[in-house]
């Protein structure tokens, strides 16, 4: 079991930065990749960013250039530091582990792995 807490969520205008945190605990272990999903009323679930279990990185096309992703394996931490923020990101961020082993896999499968309570991110203009 891996617990999953998400944080950093908030409100900014078009153009702006947040940092999302996701602080993991339970049976994490080297072969799950970590990443951030998210969720938009009326839109499917998307694969915004992860890191893959062999260390490799991978971003959704619609995030290319303005999220960064990282890891704090000494706190257990996952990050996502999002720029340049859009409209369209508006979203519930959610933070996923699930086993697999590259970063795109990631992308794919992880809402079915393990994931936190989300944390809502609206941008306005």
């Known amino acids: 079991q891996v617990q999953l807490v998400e944080s950093g969520g908030g409100s900014v205008q078009a153009g702006g930065s947040l940092r999302l945190s996701c602080a993991a605990s339970?049976?994490?272990?080297?072969?799950?990749?970590m990443g951030w999903f998210r969720h938009a009323p009326g839109k499917e679930r998307e694969g915004v960013a992860a890191?893959?279990?062999?260390?490799?990185?991978s971003y959704a096309d619609s995030v290319k250039g303005r999220f960064t992703i990282s890891q704090d394996n000494a706190k257990n931490t996952l990050y996502l530091q999002m720029n340049s923020l859009k409209l369209e990101d508006t979203a519930r961020y959610y933070c996923?582990?699930?086993?697999?082993?590259?970063?795109?896999?990631?992308?794919?499968?992880?809402?079915?792995?393990?994931w936190g309570q989300g944390t809502q991110v609206t941008v306005s203009s």
């Open positions: 996923a582990a699930v086993m697999c082993e590259t970063a795109s896999q990631a992308l794919d499968v992880m809402r079915f792995g393990y």
């Open positions: 339970g049976h994490t272990h080297s072969s799950y990749c």
């Open positions: 890191i893959g279990s062999d260390g490799s990185y």
